[in-house]
């Protein structure tokens, strides 16, 4: 069974970081690129970066280019983000994808506040 | 960037009747290798997003035959051939030809009347 579950979210203060990761299992990983997708509380859902297969290729959206970054390990099968200069705007629900957006994490709840 | 817009943004249903949403983007989904990459997902209050549809017909693994998606080009539709309580949610489009950015509808907010 394929397992996406996503950890490290919580309560930050303005211009602080976090380091979300997403723990994989029931498929091979390193076959898979993978994504995060964010949904701000009682908003849409909104792309927020892609890294492909062996993580030497990354692409992030616009609104979180140069204060994040992906990463991942496939020898330990996780995804990272690693969120920078947090803003209030970042609060959201972030979700770990894989592939083509087939399978969905149960996602970890960022909140930016002072 | 390619803009999804999804129509209505709220859907009330009477329980057995069919329901239809609309998606249409900003320039045509037909990628260079003949595909047409146009996800539709389910977000079951509380939930993850689920996809139900792929490529814009195909249906995901255990999805209901009551939804079907079709579509070319630029205009695309989900429909439920009738609702039943547990399609309560909000659904939403999404292309993955142009990217990135890959880019969703709005979304739309399916309720029983």
């Known amino acids: 069974e394929v397992q996406l579950v996503e950890s490290g979210g919580g309560l930050v203060q303005p211009g602080g970081s976090l380091r979300l990761s997403c723990a994989a299992s029931?498929?091979?990983?390193?076959?898979?690129?993978m994504t995060w997708v964010r949904q701000a509380p009682g908003k849409g859902l909104v792309w927020v970066s892609h890294?492909?297969?062996?993580?030497?290729?990354?692409t992030y959206a616009d609104s979180v280019k140069g204060r994040f970054a992906i990463s991942r390990d496939n020898a330990k099968n996780t995804l990272y983000l690693q969120v920078n200069s947090l803003r209030a705007e970042d609060t959201a629900v972030y979700y770990c994808v894989r592939g083509a957006f087939d399978y969905w994490g149960q996602g970890t709840l960022v909140t930016v506040s002072s | 960037d390619v803009v999804m817009t999804q129509s209505p943004l709220s859907l009330p249903v009477t329980l057995g009747q069919p329901a239809s949403i609309s998606c249409r983007s900003s320039q045509s989904l037909v990628h260079s290798d003949g595909n047409t990459y146009l996800n539709w997902f389910q977000q079951r209050p509380g939930q993850s997003p689920r996809r139900l549809i792929y490529k814009v017909s195909n249906r995901d693994s255990g999805v209901p035959d009551r939804f079907s998606g079709s579509g070319s080009g630029t205009d695309f539709t989900l429909k439920i051939s009738r609702v039943e309580a547990e399609d309560v949610g909000v659904y939403y489009c999404?292309?993955?030809?142009?990217?990135?950015?890959?880019?969703f509808g709005q979304g739309t907010k399916v309720e029983i009347k």
């Open positions: 999404m292309q993955a030809t142009h990217w990135p950015p890959w880019t």
């Open positions: 029931g498929f091979t990983f390193s076959n898979y690129w």
């Open positions: 890294i492909n297969r062996d993580g030497t290729s990354t």
